[in-house]
Each structure stands twice: as structure tokens, then as C-alpha cells.
């Protein structure tokens, strides 16, 4: 199973993922986006998530294997 | 080391051939005047996420404006403390609960002109609807709208050229301003509204602002938050009034509307750069660059890259977003981003169900003021069929 993270060191709320991908990504009420439930995707949705790993300005989001890389999960500072 | 200054650059009518030079000088090098310049989207990206080596408040040190900028004249860690107060004060969702007030406004002032065939979009629309959605935010009477463009007006015109000591009429249009703001400030302490300023000033304790940082906001956002909305409305409804095609593809599918607005961001960002100072000794893509060293990020140039984009100076609402640097990036990204390119939709939304075909008044070339640190059309006037009318 794919799953989305958003590495909270390097986005900066720009807003585009939930955007660009709103069945992926939500957003909170500063403006930071959040992906939706633990981020996993299905085959269906892979190709909407890599547009919105392209879109980041920061490059903050990324398309991992299974658990994902701990502590990814920790929100904007 | 380069020879050239940006502003050798002959932009006027097209930016293509001037950032193309930029670019060709390297991805990091150094200017005439000894400034560095990044170019390639690597180098910006590195110098956004390493706010600790690019500094921005040593490169605001000598802007000359007797308040601090917040946030961007702010290094961290206390920038985080603006931040967090201001994100959520323009936030996507701040942005969609004002969107019909917002979306009234604008029609408003195409329904000024719609009936009578013609239109200058900058003096008409560009020019005012900025500032109408900052006193709206800023809970300001409308009324003040014009008042606050002319003074806006002269002092960036002043800050376009540079290091000069500024003329009487400058002093005269920033004192009046800053007294305008400090009215306003005592006001909203007194008698809180339902806005951006009024709740800035009611944070309390060790979140309050002094009164010297909530004006040094205030006037960030006059200075760089208006003119700028001002060049992206006039750019926008440049590449319309010159494509055809393309605004009846709008018109036909509303849903083109945002990435058609990202692309016209992308290649004709109004503010091309921004400025850092080094730190410290910093080796990027190869190139040292000392302490101390005033920096340029070359957004603009940055947005060109041709291993990202397959047309990278063209307009091309298929193009899948790819993340451009219009609005900066890291902890000093633009604010007022959300809010931008919301306006940018409701005017071309608003334009198009009122006046759906125009075209640049025959004869006219539209240039941009140049050199200037934001980048703006003079003029675009439109001429336009009137229903019923004999044209």
C-alpha cells in the first residue's frame, strides 16, 4: 500500500495540495494541509497524488511504502 | 562576474528575452554591482529553506521605514510568533467566508464601465480592487480606497528609484499615511470590529504586538501587498485580451480558470525578485558566496526552468502544476497568496459575465514600468461591444 506524508519541516502553507488533490488532502484553519485518514492510496488515486507531490512549492510532500518514516506526522510548527 | 544590472534589462514590452539573460548567466552568479543572483528553482528553493543562512531581516536593514516589517523583515524564532497569528488571519478559509463580498466588489467596478464600451484595466480595476479588499480585511472605511492608493502610489514610485534621499512629497505622503493607520490603530483598540486588525490588537500578554510592530505590518502590506495583486490583474487580463481563443475556452469552462491563473503567475510573477543577505561563507550549486553578500532571488527566472516545464514561457493551462516561486517559499512564503489568487479568479470570473469579448484599444502596445521592484502594466486600455449598443 502507497502512502502520502507531508514532511511539517518544509511546508510552509502554501495550500496547494488540498488544491490540487482535495480527495487526498484537507486543510486546518492556518492554512496548512493535512492528508486525509493515514494517507494511504489506492491504485485509483496514485496518479492525483503524484500531481500534487509536483506541485508542492517545498517539495514537502511525498509517496511512500507501507508505514512511512516516523515522526512525519507531527503538524506545522 | 557579470557585467550587466537587472535593470539594463529591456522588459518594457516582454520579459521573455530579459530573464533568458539572466538565466543564461548561471544558476548563481555574480551581478555588476556585486549582488549575487540566483536563477535556477535548485538555488532559490535552498536559499527559502535556509532562512538562518539567507537572511531577510538584514537584507530589510536598510529599506529606511522607521518601523519593522512584519513578518518578512523578521528572522526566526520570532518570526514564528507573527506567523502564527497571521496564517490563520488569511487563510484559505478566512478567504472563501469573504468570497461573496469580495466577488460583489468586483462586479461593482466592471459594472462601472461595462455600459460604456470602454476600460483601462489598471486605472479601472488593477489599480482599486487591491485596495479595496485590503480595507475591507483591514475593517477601513471604503471610502478611504482612493486616498490610500495615491499615497501608496508615491511611495513605492520612491522606493522604485532607489537609494536617493526621498523628496518632500514622499515624507509628506508616509507621514500622512502613518498617521492615517495610527488613527485607525487607536480606533480598533477602543471599538474592536470583526477584522484583521482588530484582532491583532487583542492579543494580550506575551502574544500582544507593540504598536510599532502592528504598524510595521500594516505597512507591509500597503507597499507589497496591493501593487503587486495590482501588476497580476493587469497581467492577467493581458494574456486574455491577446488570446482569444483561450478567454472563450475560460468563459466556456470556468474550471481553467484557476491553472490558467497559475501559469500567467508563473511566467509574469510582479514581483520578479527578492532580496537576503548571507550570513555566512555558503557554497551553492558550485559557487561560494561570501559573508555578508546581498543576495537576489530571481523568482521570475527560477518559474522559466526548462527541465520542469515542456513550454516554459508560454501560457498553457494543460501544464500540469508544478510548484513556480511567484509567492516565494519557506518560512517567508507570501501571506497574502490565498487572498491573491482569489481576487484573480472573481476578476476574470466577474469581467467575462459582464464584458465577454474586448480587445486592447487598436494601436496600443502595453508596456510595464520599468526598472521598478514590482512589476506592473502603465495602462491597458480595452474596447469592448456595449449590449444594444451601436459598436
Redesign the interface.
Known amino acids: 500500500m502507497k502512502r502520502l506524508v507531508i514532511d511539517y519541516q ?1 511546508c ?5 495540495c ?3 488533490a482535495p480527495e487526498l488532502f484537507t ?1 486546518d ?4 494541509g493535512h492528508v486525509i485518514g493515514d494517507g494511504s492510496i489506492g491504485d485509483d488515486h496514485l496518479e492525483l497524488a503524484r ?1 500534487a507531490v ?6 514537502a510532500i511525498a509517496i511512500t511504502d507501507d508505514q512511512g518514516p516516523p515522526g512525519s506526522e507531527d503538524g506545522p ?1 | 562576474m557579470e557585467t550587466f544590472l537587472l535593470t539594463d534589462l529591456s522588459i518594457e514590452k516582454d520579459r521573455t528575452p530579459g530573464w533568458h539573460v539572466v538565466k543564461d548567466a548561471g544558476e548563481v552568479f555574480q551581478m555588476g554591482d556585486g549582488t549575487w543572483v540566483l536563477t535556477s528553482t535548485d538555488a532559490v528553493r535552498f536559499a527559502c529553506r535556509h532562512p538562518e543562512i539567507f537572511s531577510s531581516a538584514e537584507a530589510f536593514r536598510t529599506a529606511g521605514v522607521p518601523v519593522p516589517l512584519v513578518p518578512v523583515a523578521i528572522d526566526p524564532p520570532d518570526h514564528t510568533k507573527y506567523r502564527r497569528v497571521l496564517d490563520p488571519l488569511l487563510s484559505p478559509r478566512v478567504v472563501n467566508a469573504m468570497e461573496d463580498r469580495l466577488r460583489a466588489q468586483v462586479r461593482d467596478l466592471v459594472a462601472a464601465f461595462a455600459s460604456t464600451g470602454r476600460c483601462d484595466v489598471v486605472t479601472d480595476i488593477a489599480k482599486l480592487y487591491p485596495t479595496q479588499v485590503f480595507v475591507t480585511l483591514f475593517g477601513l472605511p471604503l471610502a478611504d480606497r482612493d486616498q490610500l492608493v495615491r499615497w501608496v502610489e508615491i511611495c513605492n514610485e520612491h522606493s522604485t528609484h532607489g537609494t536617493a534621499d526621498p523628496n518632500p512629497t514622499v515624507v509628506e505622503a508616509a507621514m500622512a499615511m502613518f498617521r492615517y493607520v495610527q488613527h485607525f490603530i487607536d480606533e480598533k483598540r477602543q471599538n474592536p470590529g470583526d477584522d484583521v486588525l482588530s484582532t491583532v490588537l487583542a492579543l494580550k500578554g506575551d502574544e500582544a504586538w507593540s504598536n510599532e510592530e502592528v504598524l510595521g505590518l500594516i505597512w507591509l502590506v500597503l507597499v507589497a501587498g496591493l501593487d503587486t495583486v495590482t501588476g497580476a490583474i493587469g497581467f492577467t487580463m493581458l494574456y486574455l485580451a491577446r488570446n482569444r481563443d483561450l478567454r472563450r475556452k475560460l468563459v466556456a469552462d470556468p474550471g481553467l480558470i484557476p491553472p490558467f491563473i497559475e501559469e500567467v503567475l508563473r511566467i509574469e510573477p510582479p514581483a520578479p525578485t527578492t532580496s537576503r543577505v548571507t550570513t555566512q561563507e555558503v557554497e551553492l550549486c558550485g559557487v561560494r558566496i561570501p559573508a555578508g553578500a546581498p543576495v537576489m532571488l530571481c523568482l521570475a527566472a527560477a518559474n522559466r526552468d526548462p527541465e520542469k516545464f515542456e513550454h516554459p514561457d508560454d501560457i498553457d493551462t494543460a501544464q500540469k502544476e508544478r510548484g513556480h516561486l511567484t509567492f516565494g517559499g519557506g518560512i517567508h512564503r507570501c501571506l497574502g497568496a490565498h487572498l491573491a489568487r482569489r481576487e484573480l479568479r472573481l476578476v476574470v470570473e466577474e469581467f467575462h459575465k459582464q464584458i465577454p469579448e474586448y480587445e486592447i484599444a487598436p494601436g496600443f502596445e502595453p508596456e510595464v514600468v520599468w526598472p521598478s521592484a514590482t512589476l506592473h502594466l502603465r495602462s491597458l486600455p480595452l474596447v469592448f461591444p456595449v449590449p444594444g449598443g451601436a459598436s
Do not use: H, K, M
Open positions: 518544509l510552509s502553507g502554501n495550500g496547494r488540498f488544491v490540487v486543510d484553519d492556518r492554512g496548512y500531481r509536483i506541485a508542492c512549492p517545498e517539495q510548527s
